[in-house]
């Protein structure tokens, strides 16, 4: 495999931090969330079809049944994970819905296993399992208040097993097809799902006022365009697993955001659930033998 231009890791940091903007830009858009998903998707679309059509249209003979069929797969997929997270945005909170939407590595552990037959390490099962415990105590919290914000939890734990599906299918591709090229076609394939979704909900496409377009490019060119393409660029170097340990540092930024923007606040359920998860995810990453190192050193002195 070719050597990454860059590291790996560097954007998907980039990555998380402009997808940490999705949630707060969803909330401020007055329209359905089947409108939202389809503007978001269009405009990504529109604007990287310059890009597309000048230098990498050639590319599309190049995709052969297999890769149609997972690519359509993962579109469908990601208009989906759209739809059902930004309608929990309606029912709980921006905290409790992007904590959970980013709960991936309960899905990812067993999609890498049977896909591509990635083990598991004894690591990589007790972070995976603490991070699940961290939301389960959000959401937990979230049934106590009311039924209505553990309906809105449910719906982000769909769309975070979809997310997950996406990236799974895109990973078999993205070893043999370009960045722009997939993306394009990933992208493209949502959109006119997410187009046919809204048609038949009976959903308004219009108009709008100015401020709701506004969000609405904005979600495609910062989460899309900077997030989610970037993760597409990473995944041919990285595992999904890695991907999706990332990503659970989005809710950080979106809680904090929330708090300013419309005045959420946290309760214990959720402050304890985010510790929780974050230690999660500080096991997957830290190397053990680094940390037996510093613990042995620790107790000699």
């Known amino acids: 495999m070719e050597k990454p231009p860059i590291h790996p890791y560097i954007p998907i940091i980039i990555g998380v931090i402009s997808i940490s903007l999705s949630a707060i830009l969803v909330k401020l858009a007055n329209a359905d969330a089947g409108v939202i998903a389809f503007y978001r998707m269009l405009f990504s679309v529109l604007i990287m079809s310059p890009i597309f059509f ?27 994970h759209f739809i059902l997270w930004f309608e929990s945005l309606n029912y709980t909170s921006v905290a409790s819905s992007t904590v959970l939407v980013t709960l991936q590595p309960l899905f990812a552990f067993i999609g890498t296993y049977f896909f591509f037959k990635e083990k598991l390490t004894i690591k990589t099962i007790i972070s995976g399992v603490i991070a699940v415990f961290g939301s389960f105590l959000i959401s937990w919290g979230d049934f106590k208040i009311s039924g209505t914000a553990f309906y809105g939890d449910m719906l982000a734990l769909i769309a975070c097993a979809l997310i997950t599906g996406y990236l799974l299918f895109g990973q078999d591709v993205r070893q043999r097809i370009s960045l722009v090229t997939y993306t394009m076609v990933v992208y493209s394939i949502s959109t006119i799902c997410l187009f046919f979704y809204v048609l ?97 050193r620790s107790n000699k002195s």
């Not at 995709?63 to 469908?76: C, E, M, N, P, Q």
């Not at 923007?261 to 402050?271: G, M, P, T, W, Y």
């Open 54 to 80: 000048v230098k990498y249209v050639h590319e599309i003979k190049l995709l052969v049944k297999r890769d149609w069929i997972f690519s359509s797969i993962a579109g469908i997929f990601l208009a989906f």
């Open 200 to 296: 038949i909900k009976g959903e308004s496409f219009g108009p709008y006022p100015t401020m709701d377009w506004i969000w609405f490019l904005l979600l495609a060119i910062i989460p899309n365009l900077l997030g989610h393409t970037l993760f597409n660029w990473a995944i041919k170097w990285v595992s999904t697993n890695v991907i999706s340990i990332a990503v659970l540092f989005e809710p950080i930024g979106a809680a904090i955001l929330a708090y300013f923007v419309f005045a959420e606040k946290l309760i214990i359920s959720q402050i304890v659930g985010g510790i929780v998860v974050l230690l999660g995810i500080t096991l997957f990453v830290v190397d053990i033998k680094i940390f037996k190192k510093f613990l042995s």
